[in-house]
């Protein structure tokens, strides 16, 4: 009994896992497609996008992955990118 309703938690969990994947997935692809019209005269687009990917893995990584190590990597990871998006902002701004 206590191990099927430990499972039923598990899958339970995992689907949040993958809906909110899922939701941040949806968005960053908007985000992507938004960004190749908004952006298409900027020499530095591909730079911008791989940093727009950085930031998506380190969303999966705090997701998905329930070690602390990994979830101190991801926020750390998820910091710096939000960072350098802010900073590409600016320079890009002026």
């Known amino acids: 009994m206590f191990y099927l309703k430990h499972n039923q938690n598990t899958i339970n969990n995992r689907m949040k896992q993958y809906i909110y994947s899922s939701i941040v997935i949806f968005i960053s692809a908007n985000v992507l497609k938004f960004l190749q019209?908004?952006?298409?005269?900027?020499?530095?687009?591909?730079?911008f996008t791989f940093i727009v990917l950085l930031f998506v893995?380190?969303?999966n990584f705090l997701i998905f992955i329930p070690?602390?190590?990994t979830i101190s990597i991801g926020w750390d990871r998820l910091g710096a990118t939000s960072f350098i998006l802010i900073i590409y902002y600016n320079i890009a701004r002026h």
């Open 37 to 47: 019209e908004y952006i298409k005269i900027d020499q530095n687009k591909n730079r």
């Open 57 to 59: 893995i380190s969303i």
């Open 67 to 69: 070690n602390i190590i």
